[in-house]
Nanobody, 119 residues
């Protein structure tokens, strides 16, 4: 699976940004992780992308109520709408996908995209 992420950039505190990630194939789940300087990579949001089920979502506590992940299964694409952004949201954001294989679930990563929240 190849993942193509887009979006990100610079935004002022309280502002909004959106990210998108397109997968080359159908997947089980897609989501976003982020890594700030000096910190470990952490989950931001994830959504199930199996076509026969509804999109079940999960968010880190730090973004609940501010970020929304959604999907367009016809395009194998997920979106992350980020509102009320804070300086602590500054990080490199990575798209992630999981896909079922005959030997188990395999994980894929897209290229990182920088998100900077600063006045």
């Amino acid at each position: 699976v190849q993942l193509q992420a887009s979006g990100g950039g610079l935004v002022q505190p309280g502002g909004s940004l959106s990210l998108s990630c397109a997968a080359s194939e159908s997947t089980l789940t897609m989501g976003w992780y982020r890594q700030a300087p000096g910190k470990e990579r952490e989950l931001v949001a994830v959504i199930t992308t199996v076509r026969t089920t509804g999109g079940v979502t999960d968010y880190s506590d730090s973004v609940k109520g501010r970020f929304t992940i959604s999907r367009d299964n016809a395009k194998n694409t997920v979106y992350l709408q980020m509102n009320s952004m804070k300086p602590d949201d500054t990080a490199v954001y990575y798209c992630n996908a999981q896909q079922a294989t005959p030997v188990g679930v395999r994980e894929y990563w897209g290229q990182g995209t920088q998100v900077t929240v600063s006045s």
